[in-house]
């Protein structure tokens, strides 16, 4: 069995060799296998020359154009082989030592798909506007979809890869979360959750996430909710 992991990956020179190191030292059942897929969104800072340093160890897909993480993530399932797929920013507001947790569901064949919530326990966000947007989001999918989902934006969605059989992902940018979640939900999958643990980091770092992609996550959920 093997798992990829998809690595959307936009300006981020500072953390892209420190969450490589990571994801390769995570220890993984013995009877999976790693892919590690890197998209490069066009970056302009300098992450782009470290990856070719690097082409050798890993499977990079370069944009040559900046389209957003949910183009990104599309570039990466279309060259992903794995049974399961694992998507990981590659900043370090998430730990992948915490993927053990958040595969065991699925291993023990208890749920397709598998979110990591940072709602399901204590963090400390830099930004409460953020916070709050990301709780209103899940409350609000909760409502128009009939299931309950804590943290519908985490990063770290897991899923086997035949959940995707049938579900065109058309989204390029943040929008690419509330997508997929409500298109896995029409699918017939629960979505199972795992409390994670998170790092936020500010503006000033390298977040790039914006209130006005919040109200395209409102947007996408209620059009995907009576549209495909």
């Avoid at 190191?21 to 970056?43: G, Q």
């Avoid at 966000?125 to 309950?148: A, D, E, Q, T, V």
């Amino acid at each position: 069995m093997k798992l990829s992991i998809i690595i959307p990956v936009f300006n981020e020179r500072n953390t892209i060799l420190k969450i490589l190191e990571k994801v390769e030292k995570v220890k993984l059942p013995k009877e999976i296998d790693r892919e590690i897929i890197i998209v490069d969104d066009f970056s302009i800072d300098g992450t782009r020359e470290i990856l070719e340093k690097i082409e050798n160890k890993y499977k990079i897909i370069y944009h040559n154009k900046n389209q957003g993480k949910g183009a990104a993530v599309r570039s990466g399932l279309k060259e992903a082989d794995g049974d399961i797929i694992l998507i990981q920013d590659a900043d370090l507001e998430y730990n992948p030592e915490e993927y053990g947790k958040l595969l065991e569901p699925i291993l023990k064949g208890e749920a397709s798909v598998v979110y990591g919530s940072r709602f399901m326990q204590k963090h400390k966000p830099k930004y409460k506007l953020f916070y709050w947007g990301n709780i209103f989001l899940s409350f609000l999918f909760s409502i128009l979809y009939g299931r309950k989902v804590s943290d519908m934006e985490t990063c770290y969605k897991v899923f086997k890869k035949e959940v995707l059989r049938g579900i065109e992902i058309k989204s390029n940018r943040f929008n690419f979360e509330p997508e997929i979640t409500a298109k896995i939900v029409k699918a017939g999958y629960k979505i199972k959750e795992a409390p994670i643990s998170y790092n936020s980091r500010s503006f000033k770092e390298g977040k790039k996430i914006h209130w006005q992609d919040g109200l395209s996550a409102v947007f996408c959920l209620i059009k995907y909710r009576f549209f495909d």
